[in-house]
C-alpha cells in the first residue's frame, strides 16, 4: 500500500517567507509526528497528534511554528518569517496509534536564502 | 530527558555480523527501546524495539542487557545495503510519545 508521502519534497524561499509543508499519512494511522534534521544530526521532535489534536507540541522551537490536522489524515506544518536557521529536511511519520511502529516519509528539503 | 549514547561510526566487512551498542541509563521501567535506520537521502525506518527479553526479526536482533541500561543490535550479516546510519531512540518521558533520536552511528560497510 502507499506510504507517507510529503510534498515539496524542495521547497526554495527567501528569509521572511511564509511556508507550508504537507504530510499524507499512511490510512487509518490515528498518530502523526513531525521532525526536523539538521545536515549531520538526528531526527528533531516538533509534534505529534494523536487524531485532529496536538497531543504533544513540545518540540516547536517558537511561535513561528504551527501545525494542523484538522480532519485527522493530512497535516500541515507552517512557517511563518522563514529563516536562515530554518533551513533542513522536515521529516513527517505516521503510526497507527502512538507507540507504535512509525513509517517516516522522504522528508521535504526547506532552503531558507 | 531520555538520552541514548552510540559510538559515532563503525565499520564492518561484508557478510559479518555487527554489534551496534547502545546506552541508555535513563531508561524507565516501562519504556521501549527502538530502533531506526536512515539509508541516505531517505526518512528513518523500523529496524526493531524491545522492552526486556532478545528480539529477532527478518532484519536484525536485540540483545537487551538485564538492567536494561544498554541494548545491542545485531546485524547477522551485513551487506552493502546496511549502510546507514542507525539511531537507538526512547521516549522523553513515560507518557509521552516524544521520541528522542541523538545523533546515532554511521555504519558502514567494506566490500
Known amino acids: 500500500g502507499a506510504g507517507v508521502s510529503q510534498t515539496p519534497s524542495n521547497k526554495v524561499t527567501e528569509k521572511g517567507k511564509y511556508v507550508e509543508l504537507r504530510c499524507d499519512p499512511i490510512?487509518?494511522?490515528?498518530?502523526l509526528y513531525w521532525y526536523r534534521q539538521s545536515l549531520g544530526q538526528g531526527p528533531e521532535f516538533l509534534i505529534y497528534f494523536q487524531g485532529t489534536g496536538a497531543a504533544d507540541d513540545s518540540g516547536l522551537p517558537n511561535d513561528r511554528f504551527f501545525a494542523v490536522r484538522p480532519e485527522g489524515s493530512v497535516s500541515t506544518l507552517k512557517i511563518q518569517r522563514t529563516e536562515r536557521g530554518d533551513s533542513a529536511v522536515y521529516l513527517c511519520?505516521?503510526?497507527?496509534?502512538?507507540?507504535?511502529?512509525?513509517?517516516f516519509g522522504p522528508g521535504t528539503r526547506l532552503t531558507v536564502l | 530527558d531520555a538520552k541514548t549514547t552510540q559510538p559515532n561510526s563503525m565499520e564492518s566487512n561484508e557478510e559479518e555480523p555487527v554489534h551496534l551498542p547502545c546506552n541508555h541509563s535513563t531508561i524507565s521501567g516501562t519504556d521501549y527501546i527502538h530502533w531506526y535506520r536512515q539509508l541516505p537521502s531517505q526518512g528513518p525506518e523500523y529496524v526493531i524495539h524491545g522492552l526486556t527479553s532478545n528480539v529477532n526479526n527478518r532484519m536484525a536482533s536485540l540483545a537487551i542487557a538485564e538492567d536494561r541500561k544498554s541494548s545491542t543490535l545485531i546485524l547477522h550479516r551485513a551487506t552493502l545495503r546496511d549502510a546507514a546510519v542507525y539511531y537507538c531512540i526512547l521516549r522523553d518521558s513515560p507518557g509521552t510519545y516524544k521520541y528522542i533520536f541523538g545523533t546515532g552511528t554511521r555504519l558502514k560497510v567494506l566490500a
Open positions: 511519520a505516521s503510526s497507527n496509534q502512538g507507540g507504535d511502529t512509525q513509517y
Open positions: 490510512s487509518g494511522h490515528t498518530a
